[in-house]
C-alpha cells in the first residue's frame, strides 16, 4: 500500500498565514516561509499554500512568496487562489511550485483543467473543491466558489468526475462544513468521492486528532490529507500524528 501523506496547508493573506473557522474570523499566524521550514523540517511530505483572497479581489497569486518558499524547502508544494490562466499556472511552476490548484477558476472555466494539463502534465493540475451539505443536489453536497462566498448549483461527485476527465490529476476536498472545527474530516463526501474517481483524493477541513486521519484513510479510501488547526496552535506536530498513525498500522513516512 502506499504511504499516505500528510501535507500542512498555509492559508496565506496579505504574505502572512492565517486561520479561521468555517472561513470566517481569521488570525495572524506568522510568516509562510518560517512556517513551511519548521513543517518541512518536521517531517510533512508536501505543503500546500492558498493565497485566500487572490481569487475574491481578483488579483495574481503572490509569486514573490512562491519563489521564497520553493528556495527554503525540499519537499514538493502546491499552491493556488489567484491562478487565472495559463501563463499563472506557468509563473507558479517556473517560481518552484510542483503543482497548482484551481478551484473558482474551474468552475468558471473547466477548459482550465485541460489546458494546464496538456501544459505541464495532470501530475501538475490539483482541483481545490469547497463542497457545502445542500438538498439542491444529487449526492448531498454543493460546490461553493470564491471562498464559500457563491454557491453553484454544481453536484459535488459529478464536477470531481467531470475534473478527472479533463485532466485533473488529484482532487482536494474541503469540507466547509468541516473548516477549521476540530471536529473531523466531512467522511461521507470525501469516501463518495475517491470512490468515484481513480485520482487520489486529498481530505480537508476539521483534522483535530490522530485518530481523525486515521479515519480518512481507513473509512474515506482519501490518499493524503490535509491538517492546519492542530499543528499551527502547537497541540500536535507532524511527527507525533505520524507516529500514531504508524501505531495504528496506517503506512506513513516516518521521521523518527
Not at 454543493?142 to 482532487?171: H, N, P, Q, S, Y
Not at 483535530?208 to 481507513?218: L, N, S, T
Not at 496552535?233 to 498513525?245: D, F, M, P, V
Amino acid at each position: 500500500m502506499l504511504k499516505k501523506r500528510i501535507i500542512p496547508c498555509l492559508d496565506v493573506r496579505n504574505g502572512r498565514v492565517t486561520k479561521g473557522v468555517k472561513f470566517k474570523n481569521n488570525i495572524d499566524l506568522g510568516d509562510p516561509v518560517e512556517m513551511a521550514v519548521r513543517y518541512s523540517d518536521g517531517g510533512a511530505d508536501e505543503l500546500v499554500f492558498y493565497d485566500i483572497t487572490a481569487s475574491a479581489e481578483r488579483r495574481p497569486i503572490d509569486i514573490g512568496m512562491v519563489a521564497a518558499v520553493a528556495e527554503s524547502v525540499r519537499i514538493p508544494f502546491a499552491v493556488g487562489g489567484g491562478i487565472g490562466c495559463v501563463a499563472d499556472m506557468e509563473r507558479a511552476i517556473l517560481a518552484g511550485a510542483e503543482k497548482v490548484s484551481v478551484n473558482s477558476l474551474a468552475v468558471r472555466n473547466p477548459s482550465i483543467i485541460a489546458e494546464g494539463a496538456r501544459a505541464f502534465g495532470s501530475q501538475c493540475i490539483v482541483l481545490g473543491m469547497d463542497p457545502v451539505k445542500s438538498g439542491k443536489t444529487p449526492s448531498g453536497y454543493e460546490i461553493t466558489t470564491r471562498g464559500f462566498r457563491e454557491a453553484t448549483g454544481i453536484d459535488a461527485i459529478e464536477w470531481a468526475k467531470r475534473a478527472e476527465g479533463l485532466g485533473a490529476g488529484e482532487i482536494v476536498v474541503n469540507s466547509v462544513d468541516a473548516d477549521g472545527t476540530r471536529a473531523g474530516f466531512e467522511l461521507e463526501i470525501t469516501g463518495a468521492i475517491a470512490r468515484s474517481v481513480g485520482v487520489p483524493v486529498v481530505a480537508s477541513g476539521g483534522a483535530g486528532k490522530p485518530a481523525d486521519f486515521a479515519e480518512a484513510f481507513r473509512e474515506a479510501s482519501a490518499d493524503a490529507a490535509i491538517v492546519a488547526g492542530m499543528i499551527h496552535s502547537g497541540e500536535w506536530t507532524i511527527a507525533q500524528i505520524k507516529k500514531e498513525l504508524a501505531e495504528a498500522g496506517i503506512p506513513v513516512r516516518t521521521t523518527w
